[in-house]
């Protein structure tokens, strides 16, 4: 089988710092994956070496099978990337921006006008579609950054903390966009620290904790395997936080 | 109040002492060389002064006029620093939103905010104004209370800076986003310090050998300095009271003019802090919740998804420095300069000679450089000063959007290839007018115009494929400051290189000429051939351009 995301045996440093140490997992077409750790366990540094955007100093990583160190170009067309703070061109309007994005994946641009149209009408921006983007919120922002990721219909998708700056209306239409987008047989790949979003949206999870991948399996497995604990719980347990609850306590004695 | 202000500020003062240990040594160097400068040229400026008073000079100007515009300048200076520093202070900086929810006085956040910048500002001004005070007063033979005053009313001219600015920068951001007004400023600031370095250097250029002086000239001179002691403005009449304390004359009128300039300083930063405050906070309050200008969807992408890849990614480009005010200074900084540069270069020397009727001729009557070749190479060389920068940004220009193009299915060889063309096609544009316009004033044979046209883009793709691949072996992904967007590592290999190469092509273009119109029969085939080798050797030299950036494209923006 092919996978649309295979990652083997990556590892990257910056000097003395490890930040990613030999990890190795994959993602099948129709899952929605979790990618989870804690502030600096190596996420993002996983993410852009998967995206071309950094050199591991070991390993590989393949985007449906096509290895984007080898491979970029035909690799780059299979998926689409948000970052967690989108930095687009703040003197482009979004409409611009759009049609740019669709144009640099070769949409055909019957088909970008229509997708355009039809994800500006989805994500409530059609009124603001002409305006610069230097005046967009953070999360207007983000939701354009989504658009123009959607806009060729990627294989895989890969997004870093999705929702963050989102209002609920749009998080969640981004949840329900993610989720046809797998039903499609596509894949998606993200990271985020809302443990409650992970828990609903995701088939798998994959905690990744300095720079080692410490869990990877379906939610549900992991529940079960740590007696029916809150993905939260497992979360702490194995990224060494469990001793939070303890601390609030002695802090609120100490208060 | 006050406790809230000194923890702000101590805070602020921190965080600008460790951005300043942060530097590198060689950027530090560079700053105290800068420093050191500024002293010597304040130096000279007073001097110079100290002879317009003392009749040494050509005409004389009255003493106590010059302390009073060198005040007036300082003053106009500050505002204007003062304006920029308070925007940026007021309206944008991170730490607002924190500010504003902890229980801290508008006023203590307003004081410390507008008087964090202050020492850099003191510094900047105490070097640039003191030395020329002492120069003039040691060149009058001035008092001890002369420069005890002068070193005063240096100290607190900067609060009026600021303090105007800010009023200026409150009223202003009622009526336009203050993000916009800060690119505007940063724009004006770019522009100005353009125009008055060509304004300073302006005379001994157009002087040149010629020490003779027009002595109309002087008289207006002097008309005009003595005319602006009768301005009604406090830094003119502090001048003179300066200059009279100096010599001992301590009189009402004096003292009142004193008072004044000190009373108009310290009131008008309070009236900015205790009433321009509430101001500020309706101002800043209102920029959270408004909205933006919209357009919807009917506005259409121009030629977004309408034309060719290459052509899009530079046209967005050009969007882009078209749009930001700050981006299109630094452009028309360099349109000034090469406008500047072709001015100097064609303007008609006294004795009636032009760089155009330079006779090189050589045995058999052969001029290497005819009217025509120098039109070519003049056009060649306007646009290298025009594009220069522009080239060396072309990737500098993605910011931290670079990860969109790095992501994309695009090969680095096709986004070098379109930046270039997003540098070239206008080059080339503007030459093509400029050749065709230069050889009808010149009246010169249009025959040549094919060849020196194809030399003009031949050369032209070669020296901006250079550039351009500079700007992607040396990018800066990472700048605010768009007079700081290029990496200063880029400068020597690109003035070397494009040296290197001009010397180069220049040669081959001029050999073509010259044997075509030594051997007129074969001159069709010898420009053909000198052609094939410019084509040709650029063609290579672009090429090895390419793979420099392909080796090069996978650490870029790794960062």
Known sequence: ?255 | MLADTSLLLRLYWTIDRRADKGTRRSSRLVMIVGLLILVALSWIVGSFAATLADGRFLFQVSAGILPGILFTAVLFGVVFVGFGQGLQALYLSDDLDKLWVAPIRPEAIMTAKLLSRLPSTVLLLFLGTIPALIAFGIGLDLGLLYYILGVLLILITPLFGISLGALIAIFLVRLLPARRLNEWVGAASIIIGVLLSLLLALPSFLGGNNQQVDPNVLATAEKFLNHLGDLPLPSMWVGRALVEFGRGQIAAAAFSALGTYLLITVGLFLVTIFVANRLFTAGWLRMQSAGTAVADIQEQPGVFGRHSLDFVLGFKDWLLRIRDPRLLATLFTSLILAGFVTFMLLRPQEDGSSLFALDLSVEGGVNFLSPGVFASGLIYLVGWMAFFNLALTSLSIERKAFYILKTAPLSASQLFRAKTLGVFIPYAVLATIGLVIMLVVLKLSLIWLPFGWMTLMIMGYGLFSFLVSLSFLYPNLDWEDPRRMRNRKAALPALLGAFGYSLITVFVAITTYFFALSEPGLAIPIVVMGLALLAGGTWFFVQWCTNRVEKAWPRIGAG
């Open chain 1, 1 to 255: 089988m092919t996978y649309m995301i295979e990652v083997k045996g990556l590892r990257k440093e910056y000097g003395e710092f490890t930040a990613v140490d030999h990890i190795t997992f994959n993602v099948k077409p129709g899952e929605i994956v979790g990618f989870l750790g804690p502030n600096g366990a190596g996420k993002t540094t996983t993410i852009k070496m998967v995206t071309g955007l950094l050199v591991p100093d070991e390993g590989h990583a393949l985007v449906t099978g096509i290895d984007i160190q080898k491979e970029p170009l035909q690799a780059k067309a299979q998926f689409a990337y948000v970052p967690d703070t989108p930095n687009l061109y703040g003197k482009l309007k979004a409409i611009e921006y759009l049609h740019f994005m669709a144009q640099l994946y070769h949409v055909p641009a019957a088909e970008a006008d229509e997708r355009i149209e039809k994800l500006l009408d989805i994500f409530e921006l059609t009124s603001k579609a002409g305006t610069y983007l230097d005046g967009f919120s953070h999360g207007m922002q983000q939701k354009v950054a989504i658009i123009g990721a959607l806009l060729h219909n990627p294989q895989v998708i890969l997004l870093d903390e999705p929702t963050v700056g989102l209002d609920p209306r749009s998080a969640r239409l981004v949840k329900d966009l993610l989720a046809q987008h797998c039903a499609d047989g596509n894949a998606v790949f993200f990271s985020s620290h809302i443990l409650e979003i992970v828990e609903n949206m995701c088939d798998r999870v994959i905690i990744i904790n300095h720079g080692k991948i410490i869990a990877d399996a379906p939610v549900s497995d992991l529940r079960h395997l740590k007696g029916d604990q809150s993905l939260e719980d497992i979360f702490l347990e194995l990224t060494g936080g469990k001793d939070v609850d303890d601390m609030v306590k002695e802090l609120g004695h100490a208060g």
